[in-house]
């Protein structure tokens, strides 16, 4: 069974530039997540879909962070425009439902310069 | 804020029992306790989960203390590839608005 997958897996930009994340989680996942991980921490979640519908997006900065999950599989996440302090892992996680074990892919791994 | 506090790290040697502590004197009565580790470049991995009973899986055991305030990961016979950071999480919410909220966990390592 083929796990979470993201890409790109790394990224430098510029700031002020916009950058893009995808994630397909595993199928028949209903639950996703998008968490970002700073050095030397734990992962924070960013947001929540249930399906197609973000239910949790209360730690999303909005002023510039963006997500969407389209037909409630595949979802992007979007900075723009992107800041010295968005340096990051960014990490999507799906789950069956809601509360159950999460299967996280491998992160994408961004650098601000 | 993170309800669980773990030591910063700690060294195993291969072959021996690694066991992870872990503090989270505040949790509810509802809130599960979650292990997750983390290989250098990869997303977390699940491990176990437990509420009030111990627990034993093929990865590993957990055991609760009677007062749900401590617990503790044990990985029976340690190896290199157990190298790793590992999280100790409590599930927070409830039905419908679950959430894991991550400490900075425990970096094992696993000596030759």
């Known amino acids: 069974e083929a796990g979470v997958v993201q890409s790109p897996r790394y990224k430098i930009i510029e700031k002020k530039q916009p950058v893009a994340f995808w994630c397909n989680p595993i199928?028949?996942?209903?639950?996703l997540y998008w968490y970002r991980q700073n050095l030397g921490q734990g992962p924070e979640l960013l947001i929540r879909y249930e399906n197609e519908e973000a239910v949790d997006d209360s730690q999303l900065p909005k002023d510039r962070f963006s997500a969407e999950r389209l037909k409630g599989v595949d979802s992007t996440l979007k900075i723009q425009p992107a800041e010295l302090g968005d340096s990051a892992v960014y990490l999507c996680?799906?789950?069956?439902?809601?509360?159950?074990?999460?299967?996280f892919g491998p992160g994408t791994r961004l650098t601000v310069l | 804020d993170a309800k669980t506090t773990q030591p910063t790290s700690m060294d195993c040697a291969e072959g021996r029992a690694a066991n992870l502590p872990c503090n989270h004197s505040t949790i509810s009565g509802n809130e599960y306790v979650y292990w997750y580790r983390q290989i250098h470049s990869q997303g977390p991995q699940y491990i176990i989960h437990?509420?009030?009973n111990n627990e034993t899986n093929e990865m590993a055991s957990l055991i609760i203390t009677e007062d749900r305030k401590s617990s503790t990961l044990i990985l029976p016979h340690a190896t290199l590839r157990d190298t790793a950071v590992y999280y100790c999480?409590?599930?927070?919410?409830?039905?419908?608005?679950?959430?894991?909220?991550f400490g900075t966990g425990t970096r094992l390592k696993v000596l030759a």
């Open positions: 996680a799906s789950s069956l439902e809601q509360g159950h074990e999460q299967f």
């Open positions: 437990g509420l009030k």
């Open positions: 199928s028949g996942h209903n639950t």
């Open positions: 999480i409590v599930r927070v919410g409830t039905s419908g608005t679950y959430k894991y909220i």
